[in-house]
């Protein structure tokens, strides 16, 4: 029972954004991952930047509320040629890490790259691409996947901070998650938990190309 309650973890992701905010809610114990939640918060309807930002943090507060968390997981590190949406991008982020840490709630942030590494071994992949393998190795059906990539992206968030629970993946030496796993002696046998999840779905895909 102890052992239960110790690799248990509630993750919540968060795509940050100005106009819709993914957010998706992970429940993990082991091996299992169940997705209690996730969607794409809209806040496009609302004037001003400033009134968005407050709802999307009341939004926080009651998901935060609802599921209780053990970490917020973040995307950081966004770059965009107009300043302007740069900055706006950083408002939203504070807002999110602001919310978790107003109920103490720990954050975790990822860098895009780093994200869709963990995802589909491509640190480049689009984000088509992502939604694409979460759907797949996460078995959700059609019907069940939200129109908004923002969702899917904020499901890649919390899972490559479960993935990063088992298995951390490095952005730097290596060119994608398989690279990494060769540089380092490991194969599908050796390894367990989240890790061995995604080197079999890594395995299935280069088989379907």
Sequence with gaps: MQDRLVNEHIILGVDPGTLFMGYAVLKTCGQKVEILEFGAYDVHKLEGQYPRLQKEFFFLQE?????????????????????????????????????????????????PMKIKMAITGNGH???????????????????????????????????????????????????????????????????????AQLMAVLATAKKKK
């Design 125 to 195: 992949s689009s984000k088509e691409q992502v939604a694409g393998m979460l759907q797949r190795f996460m078995h959700i059906p059609d019907e069940q996947m939200p129109k908004k990539l923002d969702a899917t992206d904020a499901l890649a968030i919390a899972y490559c901070h479960y993935l990063q629970l088992g298995m951390p993946v490095s952005e730097g030496g290596a060119k994608d998650w398989t690279t990494f796993a060769k540089r380092k002696g490991l194969t599908d046998k050796g390894l367990t938990g989240p890790a």
């Design 63 to 111: 998901i935060i509320d609802k599921y209780h968390p053990t970490s917020l997981a973040i995307e950081t590190q966004f770059v965009d040629k107009n300043p302007q949406t740069m900055i706006k991008i950083v408002h939203a982020q504070g807002v999110a890490i602001a919310a978790a840490l107003s109920k103490d709630v720990p954050v975790y942030e990822y860098s």
